[in-house]
């Protein structure tokens, strides 16, 4: 990652790009700015966490409030979702997702300004909170966030997890949707859960309330931790101070998105 991560290469732009929602041919008022100038604003709050009114306008990006409304423009319009989909494809092209099998966990984060899907969190003495809700490959790779309140429990958002990981294509066949076992801790004990998962031909590697430890699933539920380490350190992803959870979610999108990009990357630059 180079000492200016917001700035945006060319070949990342040629994936963006055609994402974005077309301008009006005729809009009125003055030309808007440049849209990867915005998105180098948007990027720079993401790994900055200042807020929007404070971003510098010698940087040429245009101002915060044109960046956070080009945000939400592209929000709405499903951009940030669609690229995380697309580096997907490739890293699957690439053979570089795992599908043997997939990890489940939560962490939390404050919520300063509370809003949607915030409560009390029971590991920050119940001060306002939300939690992030991530599966990923056996790789580490994001494959869904899910934003929550702070004092939603794990096991409620399995299947929410494993059934919105998006169709993967890239591969000869149809487009992958899911992994082949799912590994989890005894926060996401459920029998009702694991014949779910089972209907979902999907593996339950999940440890049981008051017996040890499934053997080595440590060892494997590893990645996980890294890929929260990974996402929280956007500085906007963690603490949060948006009130609106579809614009947090925007960020959430973009950084696995990223994190797609740079593992996409890995193998050129070796």
């Not at 890293?91 to 997939?102: F, H, I, P, T, Y």
């Not at 409620?156 to 949707?177: F, I, N, W, Y």
Request: hydrophobic residues 35%; aromatic residues 8%.
């Amino acid at each position: 990652m180079g000492t200016r991560p917001w700035i945006v290469d060319d070949e990342l732009w040629a994936l963006i790009e055609p994402l974005l929602p077309p301008w009006p041919e005729r809009s009125p008022g003055p030309r808007p700015v440049a849209d990867r100038l915005c998105h180098q604003g948007i990027l720079f709050v993401l790994y900055n966490d200042i807020a929007w009114q404070l971003l510098p306008l010698e940087l040429g990006f245009g101002s915060g409030q044109t960046c956070w409304r080009r945000l939400e423009r592209w929000q709405k319009a499903g951009v940030f979702d669609r690229l995380h989909w697309v580096l997907l494809a490739k890293l699957n092209a690439a053979g570089e997702l795992d599908w043997s099998r997939a990890c489940v966990d939560g962490s939390h984060i404050r919520a300063e300004k509370g809003g949607a899907d915030t409560g009390p969190s029971p590991v920050d003495r119940r001060k306002t909170g939300s939690k992030h809700h991530l599966i990923c490959d056996g790789r580490g790779t994001p494959l869904k966030v899910i934003t929550t309140a702070a004092n939603v429990n794990n096991v409620t958002q399995t299947l929410a997890l494993v059934d919105g990981v998006p169709p993967v294509a890239g591969r000869p066949g149809r487009p992958r949707r899911g992994p082949e076992a799912l590994l989890g801790d005894k926060g996401y004990d459920s029998n009702a859960h694991r014949d779910e998962l089972r209907r979902r031909r999907i593996l339950p590697v999940i440890s049981r309330k008051g017996s040890p430890n499934i053997k080595g699933l440590g060892k494997l539920r590893y990645v996980v931790e890294q890929t929260f380490a990974l996402l929280h350190q956007f500085k906007r992803l963690a603490v949060r101070w948006g009130r609106r959870t579809e614009l947090h979610d925007a960020f959430v999108s973009l950084a696995c998105s990223l994190i797609c990009w740079r593992r996409l990357r890995e193998p050129q630059n070796d």
